[in-house]
Each structure stands twice: as C-alpha cells, then as structure tokens.
Nanobody, 124 residues
Framework: QVQVAESGGGWVQPGGSLRLSCEASEGASMVYAMGWFRQPPGKTRDFVAGITWGSHVTEYTDSVKGRFTISRDNGANRAYLLMKDLKPEDTAVYYC?????????????????WGQGTQVTVTS
C-alpha cells in the first residue's frame, strides 16, 4: 500500500504562515491526485485541498480558499500546502492523502495508509 509522511507543522500566531510537506512512496505521486485533510480536536477529518497528478486542477474547501495553496513536485514525490493568514480555527492535525482523482479525495477516500499527520497550532 502507498505510504505518506507529513511534516512542516508547528505553532504560529494568527496571521502567520506555514508550509506543510507530504512525501509519498516512490513513484506513487506520479499517477495519483494528492490532497490534504485536517482533523481539529474532537472533530472529524475533513478534506482541505486537492491537486490532480498533472497539477492542472486544484480544489479547496471554502474556508481556506484564498489563503491556502496546494502544489506538488512529482519528481520528488511530494505535495505541499502553503498556508497563509492562519486563523485559530485552522488548528488541527493535517494529513496527506492520494487517490485516482480529487473527486475521490473530496469524498474522504484515501488509497494511502493514513500517516501520523503533522500538528498545526494557531494561537496567540
């Protein structure tokens, strides 16, 4: 099964920025759409952003549009999530996922094993 590893989380003040990174099993990112999910404390894990294998299409949940940018480097088997103007409600564990298309990702489906995620904490 495809495996992923997330990194880049941390503590940041409101209005700050972070860049998350996801490394997928070698070659996996070449054929899959990649995406990010997040799970706030005590809540469900929800779709945040997705990008097609050729980077032609990107999709975002409404609450992050205009603030978050997803990108990928297929040669490095990596996806990234640049988060700007962070808000306390962005506090969550962020997870990376892969699937055949962003439609599957938006439904919450993931072909990879869920990683440990990376914690993002936004507080003053």
């Amino acid at each position: 099964q495809v495996q992923v590893a997330e990194s880049g989380g941390g503590w940041v003040q409101p209005g700050g920025s972070l860049r998350l990174s996801c490394e997928a099993s070698e070659g996996a990112s070449m054929v899959y759409a990649m995406g990010w999910f997040r799970q706030p404390p005590g809540k469900t894990r929800d779709f945040v952003a997705g990008i097609t294998w050729g980077s032609h299409v990107t999709e975002y949940t409404d609450s992050v549009k205009g603030r978050f940018t997803i990108s990928r480097d297929n040669g490095a088997n990596r996806a990234y999530l640049l988060m700007k103007d962070l808000k306390p409600e962005d506090t969550a564990v962020y997870y990376c996922a892969l699937h055949y298309s962003t439609d599957y990702l938006k439904r919450g489906d993931n072909l990879a094993s869920w990683g440990q995620g990376t914690q993002v904490t936004v507080t003053s």
